[in-house]
């Protein structure tokens, strides 16, 4: 045997120790100190250490295991068919790799069927359904041993408690990945900083973390989904002869398993949908880090066999990783619209979620103190999907000595303003309003922006100049620009001022609802500026309403009222309404339209049942009513929606029986906006 140099030795003795502490921080704490990127290195660099010196390997080396053991407080759940991980590829060659050792295996020289599936980022789970009735639910622990969660799962709506139609087996154990969604991790940590609680590093922890609740009532709090992506065993009659059929029959069994699965033949198969699947990510309603290949038929999957932790038949092809470590340069405040500074980290540029990024955001001036981040310090920034890339934690390990809290400026970086923090809100703000050129010329980019005025060409580069040269104060100033004033500007030369004012003469025909919007008012987003034009039909009649009157709208509560009513009482902005309108800034009469067209939810039917989260049920009843929706109290074959909250009444079985479409709440909160547009 070859001998081991005691260099080696010793790095590998760092490295386990390194990834042993990771390892429990992840799993035992759900708190990781590292991402997954940096784990991975440190595992791969172990790997390769041990396979050129096999001495190395000894039974406790991480390398040896899937997971660690699982902390108590759950009863233990044994696998009879353990629950494995994945090897991992990094580039097409290795995927190469990977193919030519499954065929040299199956000696078969044709092209590989693969079914080539999404990698989840969440937790993994088995669950199993004796005579069809959801009986075990269990996290994957060791591989061998997991935690009994089946209370927890029972709260996940999407997780059958009964099977449906017939066929499967007497005993079937489905796995599959329970995962957050990422609008409703997006929610949750938002509502934990307004809480001033602690935030979740990222879904898959919040996932995970969700799943191994002590109390079910917290789980069945967390916006918690799943996808089965495959089946460890089942008794009575015997499974599809493919994978992909198995996935097929979960479905018809009513499971839920990933819609962007698709067979694919050969190494070009499976890089093509990698490619395709990639260009899609960040579109995606939920965090995936990879995407699976799975030797598609059953007998050779059999044939290929197992290692030690991984199956031989699959294989995990990683995208860019949306976590990655960095160090942060400085720490400089932002000025927003409304006037919030936001604490905002340069950083040593990295590549992260595919792209280089070298500002993070910090939220707000609780979460940083919360999280401690200070110059100098190595942090772990995550850009996922189109969220703007945040600073999640800091490496504590890392930090250098000497640094320093941040602490909140007293005066606005860009106006030189008091600093204001009221009580009770988690935002500080700049108090120079229109004062500040940096709430200036937010307010300008709003109101500009796509889903706004919609004025083509408006850029923030330009209003930058705009603002910077005293052009332009107030959104209202824009419509007296002139060319030869807009030819002046840096990048602009007489023909795009021209096409420029054509673009702001354009936007002077809009709608009530984008017209509100961009006004920029606190808390009055799209959703909210449609139900307020929908409600009352005229800006007139929202400018006249009281606070109680506004809180009849959909969706308004008195906080909103108030800003909206704050907002109207300011003399300088029924000045700038008017400027507008009188340069000839105008929309469509509502109150005559109204009457001539129905709504866009005519003739549905919908009944309510279970608790919602985000409002209550009179209120979605009068959402659904203000398009033309009906509500009635009980499941008919005329019934064209079940809005499905948690814990549902009977309703739910009936409205199965009779096939009718079931809405979860965030299905209906996208079907009320799409329609509200
Ligand atoms: S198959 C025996 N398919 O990735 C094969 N796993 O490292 C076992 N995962 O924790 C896994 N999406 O929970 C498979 N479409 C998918 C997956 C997937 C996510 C997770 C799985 C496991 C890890 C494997």
Redesign the pocket.
């Known amino acids: 045997m070859t001998a081991i140099p005691e260099a080696v030795r010793k790095r590998a003795t760092k490295l386990r120790d390194e990834i042993e502490q990771a390892n429990y921080r992840y799993y035992v704490l759900d708190e990781p100190s590292i991402p997954d990127s940096e784990y991975d290195r440190l595992f791969r660099e172990l790997q390769s250490l041990e396979s050129e010196y096999p001495g190395l390997v000894s039974a406790d080396s991480p390398t040896q295991r899937v997971g660690v053991q699982p902390v108590g407080g759950f009863a233990t759940a044994e696998h009879a068919t353990p629950?494995?991980?994945?090897d991992n590829a990094f580039s097409t060659e290795e995927v190469a790799e990977f193919d030519r050792r499954v065929r040299e295996r199956l000696s078969y020289d044709g092209n590989v069927t693969y079914s080539a599936?999404?990698?989840?980022?969440?937790?993994?789970i088995s669950l199993t359904y004796q005579d069809g009735l959801l009986v075990r639910g269990a996290t994957?622990g060791d591989g061998t041993v997991g935690e009994e969660v089946t209370h927890n799962v029972r709260t996940i709506r999407s997780i059958p408690l009964r099977l449906h139609g017939r066929g499967f087996p007497t005993v079937l154990e489905v796995?599959?990945?329970v995962f957050m969604p990422l609008a409703g991790f997006e929610e949750l940590n938002r509502k934990a900083r307004e809480a001033g609680t602690k935030t979740f590093v990222n879904p898959r922890n919040a996932a995970a973390g969700s799943l191994r609740q002590l109390d079910p009532k917290f789980t069945a709090e967390r916006p918690l989904d799943f996808?089965a992506?495959?089946v460890a065993h089942g008794d009575g009659p015997s499974l599809a002869p493919t994978h992909h059929e198995i996935l097929d029959n979960l479905t018809e069994w009513g499971l839920r398993a990933?819609p962007e699965?698709r067979v694919v033949t050969g190494v070009d198969g499976c890089v093509e949908f990698y490619e395709e699947l990639g260009a899609q990510r960040n579109s995606l309603a939920y965090d995936?880090d990879g995407v699976?290949y799975?030797v598609d038929e059953i007998d050779q999957q059999e044939a290929l066999g197992y290692v030690s932790r991984?199956?031989r038949w699959?294989l995990?092809h990683k995208y860019p990783a949306q976590e990655q470590v960095t160090t942060v340069e400085a720490i400089e405040w932002q000025v927003g619209r409304t006037g919030a500074i936001t604490p905002v980290a340069r950083l040593t540029p990295v590549f992260v979620g595919g792209v280089t990024v070298s500002n993070a955001t910090l939220h707000n001036i609780d979460d940083l103190r919360r999280k401690d981040v200070r110059v100098g310090d190595t942090v772990i920034v995550r850009r996922a999907g189109d969220v703007i890339p945040e600073v999640v934690s800091v490496v504590g390990e890392r930090r250098p000595a000497k640094t320093k809290a941040v602490r909140l400026p007293r005066k606005c970086p860009v106006c030189r303003s008091d600093v204001l923090r009221v009580e009770g809100e988690a935002v500080a703000r700049c108090t120079g309003g229109l004062v500040c050129a940096a709430q200036r010329k937010e307010a300008l980019r709003h109101f500009a922006s796509r889903r706004a005025m919609d004025i083509e060409g408006l850029g923030a580069k330009i209003i930058d100049q705009l603002v910077e040269q005293d052009l332009v104060a107030t959104p209202a100033d824009i419509y007296n620009l002139t060319v030869e004033q807009l030819a002046e500007l840096d990048r602009m030369g007489e023909k795009s001022a021209g096409n420029l004012i054509e673009a702001l003469r354009n936007s002077k025909e809009t709608t009530l609802p984008k017209f509100l919007y961009a006004l920029g008012i606190r808390e009055v987003g799209e959703a909210t500026a449609s139900n307020l034009a929908r409600h009352f039909a005229s800006l007139e009649s929202i400018e006249a309403a009281s606070s109680e009157e506004l809180q009849d709208a959909p969706d308004v509560g008195p906080v909103v009222a108030e800003h909206i009513r704050a907002f109207f009482e300011q003399r300088h902005n029924q000045e700038v309404i008017q400027k507008l309108r009188s340069a000839g800034v105008h929309w469509p009469d509502l109150q005559k339209a109204r009457a001539d067209q129905a709504g866009p939810l005519d003739g549905k039917t919908f009944v309510l049942t279970g608790t919602l989260d985000g409002m209550t049920r009179s209120e979605a009843k009068k959402r659904i009513e203000a398009l033309g929706g009906k509500v009635t109290g009980s499941v008919s074959k005329k019934t064209d929606y079940l809005v499905c909250g948690r814990d549902p009444g009977s309703k739910l079985a009936k409205a199965e029986t009779f096939r009718t479409e079931i809405l979860d709440e965030p299905a209906l909160v996208t079907l009320l906006n799409d329609e509200a547009r």
Do not use: N
């Open positions: 629950m494995l991980s994945l599936e999404p990698k989840l980022d969440g937790a993994a994957r796995r599959g990945e996808f992506y495959g990933c699965r995936i699976v799975k991984a199956p699959a995990a």
